[in-house]
């Protein structure tokens, strides 16, 4: 699996854009990058998964360059609610061959923590 | 749908100890996977399930650990004699046969505490 940097830890504060970069120098030609959130007590929460250009869901919006060498995970308009740990995953999403297994791959992830 | 649930959720227990975790993943998921978090550390892959086939047991730190999924169902974690070293918390997640690495669904973990 290819490995991931991420910043240890990020500050902000309530309203503000939040923007946090994973670097996979390695990536794969079938590697998707996922991203993960995890609050205090509580397991990691699948937050934006993509492959290139840009995703966007409800929550996220995930920027991946052409070379896919990094992609950054943005949050708009963070509130007090939305500090948390958040994990760069990289792997393959196809289904494992005989033999093989993908499994979800944690780093030490970005310590994000909103101020009011 | 009920997510993937963890019994129990704080388990504190003596050194020599026998404690069993318990899974319920999310009903149709065929893909079990077992993760710890000591403290400060980051969240280590334990093993995998696929069914009720270990798939993946390459994390599992010694043989003092023992995990089980029935009927490819509920899965079990034990740990006996438990060690000082295995404290922490215990994660279990699934996800849906064929999807693979897209979407594993967490539970909320097991605080396990041996003195």
């Known amino acids: 699996l290819a490995k991931t940097t991420q910043p240890i830890s990020m500050d902000s504060y309530e309203g503000q854009e939040v923007n946090i970069t994973c670097s996979h120098n390695n990536i794969a030609t079938n590697d998707y990058i996922t991203w993960y959130q995890q609050f205090p007590s509580q397991g990691p929460r699948f937050i934006i998964q993509g492959y290139k250009t840009k995703v966007t869901n409800e929550v996220a919006s995930l920027f991946i360059p052409a070379d896919r060498k990094s992609s950054t995970l943005s949050l708009p308009r963070v509130s007090l609610s939305d500090t948390a740990v958040y994990y760069c995953l990289v792997g393959d999403r196809e289904r494992p061959k005989s033999g093989g297994s993908y499994i979800p791959t944690f780093g030490r992830g970005t310590s994000l923590i909103v101020h009011p | 749908e009920a997510g993937v649930t963890q019994f129990p959720s704080h388990s504190v227990i003596e050194k020599g100890q026998t404690v069993t975790l318990r899974c319920d993943p999310i009903s149709g998921h065929d893909n079990l996977y077992w993760y710890r978090r000591v403290m400060g550390k980051e969240i280590k892959f334990l093993l995998h399930?696929?069914?009720?086939?270990?798939?993946?047991e390459s994390g599992m730190p010694n043989n003092r650990f023992l995990a089980e999924r029935t009927g490819g169902t509920y899965s079990t974690l034990k740990v006996q004699p438990a060690e000082l070293e295995d404290s922490g918390v215990y994660f279990c997640a699934s996800s849906q046969d064929g999807v693979g690495y897209t979407e594993a669904f967490f539970g909320q973990g097991t605080r396990l505490t041996v003195v």
């Open positions: 399930f696929v069914k009720e086939s270990k798939q993946d």
